[in-house]
């Protein structure tokens, strides 16, 4: 739906049982937030909620400043933080940062866990709206992410034995085939999933050596290192 569709929409709605507010959706595959300034500007009523997302609770109060940055291409850290504080798993998170303290390394398991996560914050393209540097990305590279690879990716770790998710060194030629197999993909997606692990088993060696602000400097320019691209 375009900006004006949204606004005649409204405005048909406000003509026939008058309205208080707004509720806008699909903000998430609108034209970086054009009907939220529509709707205000020919009805006359403020937006209260926007939905980014398919589910009921995909719906977040509307911040003006926030969907501006957006607009803007300067992502919504705010929102970011505050989705995450309501939606990650505390504990979870605290156990994978004590095990990462300890020397530990990052496997498959916990790797299944940051990909469920994720998904509870939107998906990947609920973090790459509200990511800053985003708007660079060309749109050809946008459309290819969508959250099926989780589950490809879920798929191809849940087809591993539990002594490969724990140390997925051993996965090797035989191994890439089983695996693949059986999770209905190919081989490509096996290597694929292994590549991006080693590169988040990496992120997190830098942050337990002390790394952190470094990462936190890298995202400014995007998406951290081993996401699902």
Same mark, same amino acid.
């Given at each position: 739906m375009t900006?004006?569709?949204?606004?005649?929409?409204?405005?048909?709605?406000?003509?026939?049982?008058?309205l208080?507010g707004? =509720?806008?959706?699909k903000? #998430?595959g609108? /034209? &970086?937030?054009?009907?939220?300034?529509?709707?205000r500007?020919i009805?006359?009523? $403020? =937006?209260?909620?926007?939905? *980014?997302?398919? @589910?009921?609770?995909a719906?977040?109060?509307?911040? $003006?400043?926030?969907?501006?940055?957006r607009?803007?291409?300067?992502? #919504?850290?705010?929102?970011?933080?505050?989705?995450?504080?309501? @939606? *990650?798993?505390h504990?979870?998170?605290? %156990?994978?940062?004590?095990k990462? %303290?300890?020397g530990?390394?990052?496997?498959?398991y916990d790797?299944r #866990?940051?990909? /469920?996560?994720?998904?509870?914050?939107?998906?990947?393209?609920?973090l +790459?709206?509200?990511l800053p540097? +985003?708007?660079? =990305?060309?749109?050809?590279v %946008?459309?290819? *992410?969508? #959250?099926?690879?989780?589950?490809?990716?879920?798929? =191809?770790i849940?087809?591993?034995?539990p002594k490969?998710?724990r140390?997925?060194d051993?996965i090797?030629?035989? &191994?890439?085939?089983?695996?693949?197999?059986?999770? !209905?993909?190919?081989?490509?997606?096996v290597?694929?999933?292994?590549?991006?692990?080693?590169q988040?088993?990496k992120?997190?060696? @830098?942050?337990?050596g002390? !790394?952190?602000?470094?990462? +936190?400097?890298?995202?400014?320019?995007?998406?951290?290192?081993?996401?699902?691209?």
């Open positions: 900006g004006q569709d949204a606004a005649n929409t409204a405005k048909a709605f406000d003509e026939a049982l008058p208080t707004v =509720i806008l959706t903000t #998430d609108d /034209a &970086r937030g054009g009907a939220a300034l529509s709707v500007h009805t006359g009523k $403020p =937006i209260k909620f926007i939905g *980014v997302g398919e @589910k009921t609770t719906l977040e109060p509307f911040y $003006p400043d926030r969907i501006a940055s607009i803007l291409g300067m992502g #919504d850290i705010v929102g970011l933080v505050e989705e995450a504080q309501e @939606k *990650v798993d504990k979870k998170a605290a %156990k994978l940062a004590k990462i %303290k300890r530990k390394n990052f496997d498959m790797l #866990d940051q990909f /469920a996560q994720m998904k509870k914050m939107g998906g990947i393209g609920g +790459m709206d509200k540097g +985003m708007g660079k =990305i060309p749109d050809a %946008k459309n290819q *992410v969508n #959250d099926k690879q989780f589950d490809h990716m879920v798929a =191809i849940n087809s591993m034995t490969e998710r140390f997925p051993l090797k030629g035989s &191994r890439k085939r089983r695996i693949a197999a059986g999770s !209905g993909l190919q081989v490509q997606d290597n694929r999933l292994l590549k991006q692990h080693l988040m088993r992120m997190m060696k @830098k942050m337990k002390g !790394g952190m602000r470094k990462m +936190m400097r890298g995202m400014k320019g995007g998406m951290p290192p081993g996401m699902p691209f």
